[in-house]
């Protein structure tokens, strides 16, 4: 579904992805691991047009979506949440619901959609009128969350970059189940510092350093992956 194809991305003229290649099948969740600075999100960020690539080339579904501009990527069924807090200061949380709502041709009024992102994240309810400038950084991530998974039509594929950042143990719990509820229907892929919580719903995973992928398996057990995780993150 996902193809990317000897990925070289610059900053300036720093390089930070090397020559790298990954491909994501339809229908799984794929964990990127790496420790800070390895080039997880730059690599994401450059499959949504947000981050120029200079030589390689990205495709979805065979199409060459290689620096598109993010607006056509996402109209293509690509979903995005970004690491940083990102909402709408001025905005209601009700207010960035409706924004979810991206198919002029969706019957779901606004109370849908506010009930289904509160199912996912009951936290949310008492803040439903508040402005988002006003939510601690756990709520402003579950805001966000919430917008990309209840979002209309559903994204053929999701990029979620530490979606566990600033949640309580409950709340990763909720988006983890939300995550293999949408599994199959969905492509995802997740990067993550918390490896225990993402490997248990992944697929396949790779670790990233220094630009590179340093090692790519399928997930077998999450004890051995979890450890080989951690052994090439530290060495
Ligand atoms: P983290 O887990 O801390 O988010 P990461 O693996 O996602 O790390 P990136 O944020 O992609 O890593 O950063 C990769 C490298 O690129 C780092 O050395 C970082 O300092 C650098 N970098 C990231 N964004 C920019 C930018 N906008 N301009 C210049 N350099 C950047």
Redesign the pocket.
Same mark, same amino acid.
């Given at each position: 579904m996902l193809s990317i194809n000897n990925l070289d991305v610059y900053? =300036?003229d720093?390089q930070?992805i090397h020559n790298l290649s990954l491909r994501v099948e339809e229908g799984e969740i794929y964990a990127l691991f790496?420790?800070?600075?390895?080039?997880?999100?730059?690599?994401v960020?450059s499959c949504v047009g947000l981050v120029p690539v200079r030589t390689g080339n990205i495709t979805f579904n065979n199409r060459d979506i290689t620096n598109m501009a993010p607006y056509k990527i996402c109209s293509l069924g690509i979903g995005f949440t970004f690491?940083e807090r990102c909402v709408f200061p001025t905005l209601s949380v009700k207010e960035h619901f409706a924004l979810a709502e991206t198919s002029a041709f969706s019957r779901r009024n606004l109370k849908e959609i506010c009930d289904e992102a509160l199912d996912l994240f009951p936290d949310i309810e008492p803040h439903l009128n508040d402005k988002a400038v006003t939510l601690s950084g756990g709520e402003a991530q579950m805001l966000k969350l919430a917008m990309a998974l209840v979002r209309r039509p559903k994204p053929k594929l999701l990029l979620i =970059?530490?979606p566990a950042t600033g949640l309580s143990a409950e709340n990763v719990h909720r988006l983890t189940n939300k995550l293999r509820e949408l599994k199959g229907e969905t492509t995802i892929i997740i990067?993550e510092?918390a490896i225990r919580a993402a490997i248990q719903i992944a697929d396949s995973y790779a670790v990233?350093r220094e630009?590179a992928i340093i090692h790519q398996d399928r997930v077998s057990s999450i004890d051995k992956d979890e450890e080989v995780v951690q052994k090439y993150i530290l060495g």
């Open positions: 900053y =300036d720093i930070v790496g420790r800070n600075g390895a080039g997880k999100t730059t690599l960020e690491q =970059d530490e990067v510092q990233i630009g």
